[in-house]
């Protein structure tokens, strides 16, 4: 799910990028705002850090004593992704293994559909392996749009990135095509 948040970060600028017409100071916060943001890729609590959407306060800046860089609080909004429990999405498989299939959906890479999680599919190996529905012989293989549910998912601190474990069991859940 996306969703819409405000937070408040601490922004160091070099002393050398202060202005004292201030307008390059505020750009220069802008631009080091962005390159922390980019660099988060994603928390257990928000998610996925996606854009940020408006720049809504500058705080007083305190100077640092040892660098004499200066410290900023800045409020801001931006657009996370969250994967939740229950939450029906969709995205693509991108790989195919004997014991189930890895689906990328927005900016998450690493969800799980294992096999046991598909009713009436079969592994079909080969070059291009797949899952096949024994009644429907829709399949699924690399490329395929899949409509799933969130079983669990899981925030790996070390990684600083998301897992998640899906299914296909449930009404209007599978292949999109």
Known sequence: ?????????????????????GLMLQKAIL??????????????????FLAVTTLDHIGKGVVRHLSGDILF???FSCITFK??????????????QKHG???????????????RKMPDYDYVPGDN?????????????????????VLA???EE???????VVSLEGNYLGPLS
């Open 129 to 149: 392996p797949i899952f096949r529905n024994q009644k429907s012989g829709k399949k699924i293989e690399k490329g395929t749009a899949v409509k799933f549910m």
């Open 1 to 21: 799910m996306y969703l819409k948040s405000r937070l408040s970060w601490n922004v160091q600028i070099p002393a050398e990028s202060v202005d004292p017409e």
């Open 73 to 75: 609080p800045v409020e």
């Open 101 to 115: 299939v890895f689906v990328k959906c927005g900016p998450a890479e690493k969800i799980y559909l294992s096999h």
């Open 83 to 96: 994967m939740f429990t229950g939450e029906v999405l969709e995205g693509t498989a991108h790989k195919i």
């Open 158 to 164: 070390n990684e600083k990135d998301s897992r998640a």
């Open 31 to 48: 631009v080091h705002l962005l390159d922390t943001f980019a660099v988060k890729k994603c928390s257990r609590d928000l998610g996925y």
């Open 153 to 155: 998912e899981k925030y």
